[in-house]
């Protein structure tokens, strides 16, 4: 996961910084009781800044391979996909809460 390494480069500083704020955000939807947290306007803010880093700025090789085109840890309670645009600059970014996901069984 790209939030528990050490980052080297300028670049993953950037990125990491801005996953932060989503997750933090994320976080915070979630206190406020709200259940998918792409739905909470903090949240989508803070993805259209990484899509607006991503369409200016080509990620680094890490985050590749964490998130673009399959999901990617965003903690442990959230996940993130980057789908690289087919058209324009700006790509898809995708956050989900693993909770929602879970049903109770019962025995």
């Known amino acids: ?33 709200i259940s998918q947290p792409i739905d909470c306007p903090r949240v989508q803010h803070r993805v259209s800044k990484l899509a607006k880093y991503l369409a200016y700025n080509h990620p680094s090789q890490i985050f590749q391979q964490q998130y673009m085109h399959h999901a990617g840890e965003l903690g442990q309670l959230f996940s993130l996909r980057y789908t ?19 049903h109770q069984l019962t025995a």
């Open 1 to 33: 996961m790209i939030l528990a390494k050490v980052q080297t480069t300028p670049k993953q500083r950037i990125e990491f910084r801005l996953l932060v704020a989503i997750r933090f955000a994320c976080l915070m939807a979630k206190a406020q009781g």
């Open 84 to 102: 690289e645009p087919k058209q324009g600059i700006t790509g898809v970014i995708s956050v989900w809460s693993h909770q929602t996901n879970l």
